[in-house]
């Protein structure tokens, strides 16, 4: 004999589906199919705690009583827990890249996020950059582009493998040689857009498949030609705030949606005018910290809800005064701001606890001081 427990069964308008008395658990040694549907798809009245299946991001998602927030069903766990420095302990492993020291270097360094220390010795990049932009997958870390000593203009895309440490391999080019570009991911496509070029500023958007190895492939265009912009994600978009272009700094947030191709659409507006910040997001929030315009003095830390659209809104401040060429990585709960110049070159590492608001909180510090690297994650919010 079978038996049926439910105790509410109703459909998402909550217009006349029966009720049956009686359930508290639900159990199944095999599975069972959550309700599933696009983004646009969600209920217009979603309860606390509905849960459902995101066929535009792959994830499972529930709904917090605010948002909707993804299931996170792997931490890729990393880090020896008999350490006592920062790659010790468990959680996500957050990279830095190349960079000026103050000459240019082909040093990575990792941290694992969900702890406080000094960074440790990963590998080195193909080649000596600076200004390049990272994106990464849960498995892979990219870097692509760059300033290098010649020529100083790169198209080069480095790759990594996270959870283990050692020198970068080639994964092939960018569709042009730019530095000073933005880069941001979700778990299989890598995007780089805008960026200085021969001959001029450029609007370009380029994609690649993070898993494979192969050249970028044309993805759209910017709103505008913009360099020294920054970026983060959500599993669904990518979002480009700041930059510089037209003889002018702006505060220009634009967005994409990473699984087609076209160009970029209107977000909203950072609080300020931005260029060379630090960017970095969880599957909700994305956080613009430091830059500069009009001169290095921005300590602000900007946030925007990424599913939304609209003006971003101030998150509090990081821990030193005038800082820019900063970059930022990030897992599910973290932000981390790393590196930067001040009128002199930082090693100071910052974190922020992305749901909340207020200041940063020192994290530890990079290998040297150190500005424009390019950082990535394997916690992400567009993973």
Known sequence: MSRLNVGNLFNENEDGAPVVSGISTFSSPH???????????????????MIRFNTDSGHLEYYTGTHWADVITNNNELGNQ????????????????????????????????????????????VSATRLAAGCASAIRGIFAGGNSPSPTKSNKIDLVTIAS??????????????????????????????????????????YITIASTGDAVDFGNLLAAREQLSACASSVRGIFGGGYGGFSAHNT????????????????????????????????????????????????????????????????DLTSTGRFLLDACSSSTRGVFGGGYTGLLVDTIDFVTILTTGNGVDFGNLQSTTHSAAACSNGHGGL
Do not use: K
């Not at 599975?31 to 705690?49: D, H, I, K, L």
């Not at 990279?95 to 694992?112: C, E, H, M, N, Q």
């Not at 880069?183 to 021969?198: F, L």
């Not at 160009?263 to 613009?288: E, I, M, P, V, Y």
């Open 31 to 49: 599975y069972f199919v959550p309700p599933s549907g696009s983004t646009a798809q969600r209920p217009s009245n979603p309860g606390e705690g």
């Open 82 to 125: 008999l350490v006592t420095n920062s790659a010790g302990g468990t959680g996500h492993r957050g990279l830095f890249a190349g960079g000026l020291t103050p000459t240019i270097v082909d040093r990575i360094d990792y941290i694992s996020i969900s702890t406080q220390g000094n960074s440790q010795d990963f590998g080195d990049l």
């Open 165 to 206: 440490t050692g020198n970068a391999l080639d994964f092939g080019n960018l569709t042009r040689a730019t530095n000073q570009h933005a880069g941001c991911s979700n778990s299989t496509r890598g995007i780089t857009a805008g960026g200085d070029s021969d001959p001029a500023v450029t609007d370009i958007i380029d």
């Open 253 to 316: 947030i634009q967005y994409i949606t990473i699984s087609t191709t076209g160009n970029s659409q209107d977000f909203g507006d950072l609080t300020t005018n931005r260029t060379f910040a630090g960017s970095c997001s969880n599957s909700t929030r994305g956080l613009w910290g430091g830059g500069m315009y009009p001169t290095p003095n921005n300590t602000l830390i900007d946030f925007v809800t990424i599913a939304s659209t609209g003006n971003a809104q101030d998150f509090g």
